[in-house]
C-alpha cells in the first residue's frame, strides 16, 4: 500500500504537517535545537535528537533518531547487547528490562520517553564478578537451553520476586507468563525462580 | 516506522494545544497526525506495522502526578487516566471493594506491558484483528474507508458475534472496558474548553458505516480520568482465551450484583471478546433483578445477552462459550462472600 494512496484518502498530508508544524507547535520544548536553535530546522523530524539515558548507574549521552526505542538505543547505540530482540512487538519478553524499580519491554518502549529514569539490564545485575541470586539460580537449575531468552526471563524473575508474586508455582507461572521461552524450559526457570526467592528473602 | 516529531507535554494545556494543532478537521481520532503517548504498547506496536502513521508524538507521560491518582475513599471512585493498569490491579482497596476492576486489570496483558500501559490507553487501545494489523491486506474498512473487510470471508475465529455491521467484524480487545461499562462508569475528557464528563458507554462506537471511527473523543481530547459511584464487592471478572496467561479474551464477563436477602436487587452484565464495542447485556440485567437466584436463571439471563448474537464461519463457538462463561461467572458472582 502506497502511503500516497491512504494520504489523499484521510486528506492529510505528512509534508504539509510538518511544514506548519514549526509554528504550531513552538511552545513545545523542541528536542532537536541544541545543535541548530532555528525553528523551522529544530522541528525537522529526520534530524537527529540528543537524549541522556541512565544505564545501569551510568549516564550515556546519545544522538539518536527520536524513533530509537531502549532496547535499540541499549544494543545500537551504548552497546549492550544482553538485552535480546525476539518478536519487536511487546509479545516475548526477550528485551525486559527494568525502568525504575519495573520490568518493562523495552522495545515498546521510546528512548526518549525513558530519559531521566534509572535503567537497569543483565549487565547491571551482578556485583563484580559476584552473580545476583537470580542469574545463578538459572545456572544452578538448568533454566534455559538456547539460552536467548534468558536475559529477559531473569530481568523479570528479579522484578516478579520483587513484586510479591514468586509465593507459589502457580503465581510464578502467571507472573512470569509475559516471557516465551520456545525451548520450553518452563519447568526448570519456575524452578530457578522459586530458588532465588528463597536466596533473596534470607539475604 | 515513519518519522515523527516527539513532543513532551509538562502540562494538560499543552498537551491538548499541541494535539488540537496537528488536527485536520476531516481527520478521525485513529488518523490523526499527533496522537498522544502514555504507555505506547498499542500506539509503538501500530506504528511499527505501519498501521498508525503520526506526524508527531505527544509524550503525556509527564502529566502523570497529577492523572495518576487512585482515590478509593467514600462511596465513589476515581481513577486517573495515566494510572497503571499494575497498580490498580494491586491496590487493596480496587481488590476488596471492585474485584471485577482489580481482575479485568490482573487477567490483562503480562506483568510488563501492565506496568507499561495506562487506564486511559487501555480502553483506548484498537482490535487484535489481524486484517487490520497487517497492512499487505487491501480491505480493511477501519484502516482504509470503503476498501472492504477481509475477515467478513477470511479467518474469522477472533472476531465478533455482537455489535458487528457489514462494514467490519472486528472484536474490542480490551477487558477493563467491560467492568467501567458494567459499574456506569463516568469518563473525565481534557480538552480545549476544559474537562467534560460523560458515561463511559458513551464513549466507544459500534462500527456501522464508520468503523475508522472507534470513539466520540475529538483530537486534541485526552481521557483524564474515570469515576464510580457506589461499590460492588460482589462482582467478578471472568476470562476465556486459548492460553491460561497472557491473551486476550474469547470471550469474557463482567458481572456485578447486589443482592439482599436473597433477592437480586440490581445486576449487571458486561461483555468481552465478543463484541466490537464494550458491551453490556442489558437484557440479562433486566431477567436478572428482583429474582431470587437460580442455575436455570443465569442460564435464561446468559442466553438473553446473546439473543442478538450473530456467527460466522468460524466464531460461532463463541456464543455457546460466552453464554457458559456468563452463567458461571453469575453463579460465582451469586455465591461471594461479602
Same mark, same amino acid.
Given at each position: 500500500?502506497?502511503?500516497?494512496?491512504?494520504?489523499?484518502?484521510?486528506g492529510?498530508?505528512?509534508?504539509?504537517?510538518?511544514?506548519?508544524?514549526?509554528?504550531?507547535l513552538?511552545?513545545?520544548?523542541?528536542?532537536?535545537?541544541?545543535?541548530?536553535?532555528?525553528?523551522?530546522?529544530?522541528?525537522?523530524?529526520?534530524?537527529?535528537?540528543?537524549?541522556?539515558?541512565?544505564?545501569?548507574?551510568?549516564?550515556?549521552?546519545?544522538?539518536?533518531?527520536?524513533?530509537?526505542?531502549?532496547?535499540?538505543?541499549?544494543?545500537?547505540?551504548?552497546?549492550?547487547?544482553?538485552?535480546?530482540?525476539?518478536?519487536?512487538?511487546?509479545?516475548c519478553?526477550? @528485551?525486559?528490562?527494568?525502568?525504575?524499580?519495573?520490568?518493562?519491554?523495552?522495545?515498546?518502549?521510546?528512548?526518549?520517553?525513558?530519559?531521566?529514569?534509572?535503567?537497569?539490564?543483565?549487565?547491571?545485575?551482578?556485583?563484580?564478578?559476584?552473580?545476583?541470586?537470580?542469574?545463578?539460580?538459572?545456572?544452578?537449575?538448568?533454566?534455559?537451553? @538456547?539460552?536467548?531468552?534468558?536475559?529477559?526471563?531473569?530481568?523479570?524473575?528479579?522484578? @516478579?520476586?520483587?513484586?510479591?508474586?514468586?509465593?507459589?508455582?502457580?503465581?510464578?507461572?502467571?507472573?512470569?507468563?509475559?516471557?516465551i521461552?520456545? @525451548?520450553?524450559?518452563?519447568?526448570?526457570?519456575?524452578?530457578?525462580?522459586?530458588?532465588?526467592?528463597?536466596?533473596?528473602?534470607?539475604? | 516506522?515513519?518519522?515523527?516529531?516527539?513532543?513532551?507535554?509538562?502540562?494538560?494545556?499543552?498537551?491538548?494545544?499541541?494535539?488540537?494543532?496537528?488536527?485536520?478537521?476531516?481527520?478521525?481520532?485513529?488518523?490523526?497526525?499527533?496522537?498522544?503517548?502514555?504507555?505506547?504498547?498499542?500506539?509503538?506496536?501500530?506504528?511499527?506495522?505501519?498501521?498508525?502513521?503520526?506526524?508527531?508524538?505527544?509524550?503525556?507521560?509527564?502529566?502523570?502526578?497529577?492523572?495518576?491518582?487512585?482515590?478509593?475513599?467514600?462511596?465513589?471512585?476515581?481513577?486517573?487516566?495515566?494510572?497503571?493498569?499494575?497498580?490498580?490491579?494491586?491496590?487493596?482497596?480496587?481488590?476488596?471493594?471492585?474485584?471485577?476492576?482489580?481482575?479485568?486489570?490482573?487477567?490483562?496483558?503480562s506483568?510488563?506491558?501492565?506496568?507499561?500501559?495506562?487506564?486511559?490507553?487501555?480502553?483506548?487501545?484498537?482490535?487484535?484483528?489481524?486484517?487490520?494489523?497487517?497492512?499487505?491486506?487491501?480491505?480493511c474498512?477501519?484502516?482504509?474507508?470503503?476498501? $472492504?473487510?477481509a475477515?467478513?470471508?477470511?479467518?474469522?475465529?477472533?472476531?465478533?458475534?455482537?455489535?458487528?455491521?457489514?462494514?467490519?467484524?472486528?472484536?474490542?480487545?480490551?477487558?477493563?472496558?467491560?467492568?467501567?461499562?458494567?459499574?456506569?462508569?463516568?469518563?473525565?475528557?481534557?480538552?480545549?474548553?476544559?474537562?467534560?464528563?460523560?458515561?463511559?458507554?458513551?464513549?466507544?462506537?459500534?462500527?456501522?458505516?464508520?468503523?475508522?471511527?472507534?470513539?466520540?473523543?475529538?483530537?486534541?481530547e485526552?481521557?483524564?480520568?474515570?469515576?464510580?459511584?457506589?461499590?460492588?464487592?460482589?462482582?467478578?471478572?471472568?476470562?476465556?482465551?486459548?492460553?491460561?496467561?497472557?491473551?486476550?479474551?474469547?470471550?469474557s464477563?463482567?458481572?456485578?450484583?447486589?443482592?439482599?436477602? $436473597?433477592?437480586?436487587?440490581?445486576?449487571?452484565?458486561?461483555? $468481552?471478546?465478543?463484541?466490537?464495542?464494550?458491551?453490556?447485556?442489558?437484557?440479562?440485567?433486566?431477567?436478572?433483578?428482583?429474582?431470587?437466584?437460580?442455575?436455570?436463571?443465569?442460564?435464561?439471563?446468559?442466553?438473553?445477552?446473546?439473543?442478538?448474537?450473530?456467527g460466522?464461519?468460524h466464531?460461532?463457538?463463541?456464543?455457546?462459550?460466552?453464554?457458559?462463561?456468563?452463567?458461571?461467572?453469575?453463579?460465582?458472582?451469586?455465591?461471594?462472600?461479602?
Amino acid at each position: 500500500m502506497s502511503d500516497n494512496s491512504s494520504s489523499k484518502r484521510s486528506g492529510f498530508d505528512r509534508r504539509a504537517f510538518m511544514a506548519g508544524a514549526g509554528i504550531a507547535l513552538v511552545p513545545l520544548t523542541a528536542r532537536a535545537a541544541v545543535q541548530d536553535p532555528t525553528p523551522a530546522a529544530a522541528q525537522d523530524p529526520a534530524l537527529p535528537v540528543e537524549v541522556t539515558l541512565r544505564v545501569n548507574g551510568q549516564d550515556k549521552r546519545l544522538r539518536i533518531d527520536a524513533r530509537t526505542t531502549v532496547l535499540d538505543a541499549l544494543r545500537e547505540h551504548i552497546g549492550l547487547t544482553g538485552s535480546k530482540k525476539g518478536c519487536d512487538h511487546g509479545q516475548c519478553g526477550a @528485551c525486559t528490562v527494568l525502568v525504575g524499580d519495573r520490568r518493562v519491554v523495552s522495545c515498546l518502549t521510546l528512548a526518549l520517553a525513558a530519559e531521566g529514569q534509572e535503567i537497569t539490564t543483565i549487565e547491571g545485575l551482578a556485583t563484580g564478578d559476584h552473580l545476583h541470586p537470580m542469574q545463578q539460580a538459572f545456572i544452578d537449575n538448568d533454566a534455559f537451553q @538456547c539460552g536467548y531468552c534468558t536475559p529477559g526471563q531473569i530481568m523479570s524473575a528479579v522484578a @516478579c520476586v520483587k513484586e510479591g508474586h514468586a509465593g507459589s508455582d502457580e503465581d510464578i507461572r502467571e507472573y512470569m507468563s509475559g516471557n516465551i521461552c520456545r @525451548c520450553a524450559a518452563y519447568p526448570n526457570i519456575v524452578a530457578a525462580v522459586k530458588q532465588a526467592a528463597s536466596d533473596i528473602m534470607k539475604g | 516506522m515513519r518519522s515523527f516529531l516527539y513532543q513532551r507535554a509538562t502540562d494538560p494545556g499543552m498537551a491538548v494545544q499541541a494535539l488540537s494543532a496537528a488536527a485536520a478537521a476531516n481527520n478521525p481520532l485513529t488518523q490523526a497526525a499527533a496522537q498522544p503517548l502514555a504507555g505506547g504498547t498499542t500506539l509503538i506496536d501500530l506504528m511499527k506495522l505501519d498501521v498508525m502513521r503520526p506526524a508527531a508524538i505527544v509524550d503525556i507521560n509527564p502529566l502523570a502526578q497529577g492523572w495518576s491518582g487512585i482515590e478509593t475513599g467514600g462511596e465513589k471512585l476515581r481513577l486517573g487516566a495515566l494510572a497503571k493498569m499494575s497498580d490498580v490491579a494491586a491496590h487493596a482497596d480496587i481488590q476488596r471493594h471492585y474485584p471485577v476492576i482489580a481482575n479485568s486489570l490482573r487477567l490483562a496483558a503480562s506483568a510488563q506491558l501492565r506496568n507499561m500501559a495506562t487506564l486511559g490507553g487501555n480502553v483506548m487501545q484498537r482490535t487484535r484483528c489481524s486484517y487490520f494489523r497487517d497492512i499487505s491486506y487491501q480491505n480493511c474498512n477501519k484502516r482504509i474507508p470503503g476498501s $472492504g473487510c477481509a475477515a467478513m470471508d477470511g479467518v474469522n475465529r477472533m472476531h465478533a458475534v455482537l455489535g458487528t455491521s457489514d462494514q467490519c467484524i472486528a472484536t474490542y480487545p480490551g477487558d477493563f472496558a467491560q467492568a467501567l461499562i458494567a459499574l456506569d462508569a463516568t469518563v473525565e475528557i481534557t480538552g480545549k474548553s476544559g474537562t467534560r464528563s460523560m458515561p463511559f458507554a458513551q464513549l466507544h462506537k459500534a462500527p456501522g458505516n464508520t468503523p475508522d471511527i472507534e470513539t466520540t473523543l475529538q483530537p486534541g481530547e485526552l481521557i483524564s480520568a474515570f469515576s464510580i459511584r457506589g461499590r460492588w464487592p460482589r462482582s467478578v471478572y471472568l476470562k476465556a482465551r486459548d492460553r491460561q496467561s497472557y491473551e486476550f479474551a474469547l470471550s469474557s464477563a463482567a458481572i456485578a450484583l447486589d443482592v439482599q436477602d $436473597g433477592v437480586i436487587r440490581d445486576a449487571r452484565v458486561a461483555l $468481552g471478546g465478543v463484541a466490537t464495542v464494550p458491551w453490556r447485556a442489558r437484557e440479562a440485567e433486566a431477567l436478572l433483578k428482583g429474582r431470587k437466584f437460580d442455575n436455570g436463571l443465569a442460564q435464561r439471563a446468559a442466553d438473553a445477552a446473546f439473543a442478538d448474537a450473530k456467527g460466522r464461519q468460524h466464531n460461532s463457538f463463541k456464543i455457546s462459550l460466552g453464554k457458559r462463561l456468563v452463567a458461571r461467572a453469575l453463579q460465582q458472582a451469586s455465591t461471594m462472600e461479602v
